[in-house]
């Protein structure tokens, strides 16, 4: 079984702080990583992919990965309090199988205080 | 209008009762998912499907079935619904090359 591990929070911050999400992953094949948004009782949408080690920046989001820690980080820049949601990191998982194709942890929730 | 659109929104129904729950899709993927999520326990893989003719079961399809009955359409069944099948269910689509997956907007199901 492939695993997806993220602290469940709630992470705190104030609003303008740098607010920080991270996940590890269990299978060192994996080679697509992405983040997702998820405001309660919303669907998740995609924010973030990533695919090769090192940072990748968008606007006030950073994907960072390393792959020999099997490691993938969201770094939020000045955080507002509408980026207060549950944030999913997702792998994908070659090998199929009834974990399907892409595999969830179960988020991190993210509360902005004004 | 959104890309990936389920139907109904919002369902409330009775413990034994049939219920269909529906997807389509204008994204043009080939895959095609259902996921359930109950607060605590996130998304878990009910079923997908990879085109028309391929479905798979995913970690928690027993009591649910589905139908892929095109390449935009990938409905989900539950047989004979119980209380602890009340939770949200979202449909997702994927291409082949990619493996992110786009989401509905999820329907909100209570099993009484």
């Known amino acids: 079984q492939k695993e997806v591990e993220q602290n469940s929070g709630p992470l705190s911050v104030p609003e303008g702080a740098i607010a920080s999400l991270n996940c590890t992953y269990s299978d060192r094949v994996s080679q697509s990583f992405f983040w997702y948004r998820q405001y309660s009782g919303k669907s998740p949408e995609l924010i973030m992919s990533i695919y090769s080690n090192g940072d990748k920046e968008d606007g006030r989001f950073t994907a960072q990965l390393n792959k020999a820690s099997q490691y993938v980080s969201l770094l939020i820049r000045d955080s507002q309090p509408s980026d207060s949601a549950t944030y999913l990191c997702?792998?994908?998982?070659?090998?199929?199988?009834?974990?399907?194709?892409?595999?969830f942890g179960k988020g991190t929730k993210l509360s902005v205080k004004p | 209008d959104a890309d990936v659109t389920q139907t109904p929104r919002n369902r409330i129904t009775k413990t034994g009762k049939r219920i269909m729950l529906e997807c389509s899709q204008t994204?043009?993927?080939?895959?095609m998912y259902w996921y359930r999520q109950d607060p605590g326990l996130g998304l878990r893989l009910i079923y997908y499907s990879f085109d028309v003719k391929d479905i798979n079961k995913g970690e928690i399809s027993d009591g649910y079935s589905v139908s892929r009955q095109a390449q935009a359409k990938f409905s989900l069944s539950l047989e004979s619904a119980i209380p602890n099948q009340t939770a949200l269910y979202f449909c997702?689509?994927?291409?082949?090359?990619?493996?992110?997956?786009?989401f509905g907007q999820g329907t909100r199901l209570t099993v009484v």
């Open positions: 997702a689509t994927s291409d082949r090359r990619n493996t992110e997956a786009f």
């Open positions: 994204k043009g993927h080939d895959r």
């Open positions: 997702a792998v994908n998982n070659p090998y199929g199988g009834s974990q399907g194709n892409l595999i």
